[in-house]
């Protein structure tokens, strides 16, 4: 049974990094489509970004694309989410999510069925 475990989130002023984890145990991310979500107050879950472990394809949203870079460490069997110049806008919680995938590319609307527990990121001055 695949376990996912998030770590890394904090405070950060606007301009600023942090550096997202994703630690996966009971499985190898081989072959898995591993997905970044969040969610703020009030709001609905959205997608961040997503990794196709078995090819490196990479998907970015909109809000984020050329600010976050997704990447996996397959020694660590752990996905990172870097993220660069926050903005208030970024403050959620971050999930990371899994499904077994064999495809070339990921996609955001896969039925991810192994979550996280999430990480807070909050973007204040």
């Known amino acids: 049974q695949l376990q996912l475990v998030e770590s890394g989130g904090g405070l950060v002023h606007p301009g600023g990094s942090l550096r997202l984890s994703c630690a996966a145990s009971g499985s190898s991310l081989d072959y898995y489509a591993i997905a970044w979500f969040r969610q703020a107050p009030g709001k609905e879950r959205e997608g961040v970004s997503c990794i196709s472990t078995s090819t490196g394809s990479t998907y970015y949203e909109d809000s984020v694309k050329g600010r976050f870079t997704i990447s996996r460490d397959n020694a660590k069997n752990t996905v990172y989410l870097q993220m660069n110049s926050l903005k208030p806008e970024d403050t959620a919680v971050y999930y990371c999510?899994?499904?077994?995938?064999?495809?070339?590319?990921?996609?955001?609307?896969?039925?991810?069925?192994?979550w996280g527990q999430g990480t807070q990121v909050a973007v204040s001055s």
């Open positions: 999510a899994a499904f077994q995938w064999a495809g070339v590319v990921c996609r955001m609307t896969i039925p991810y069925d192994y």
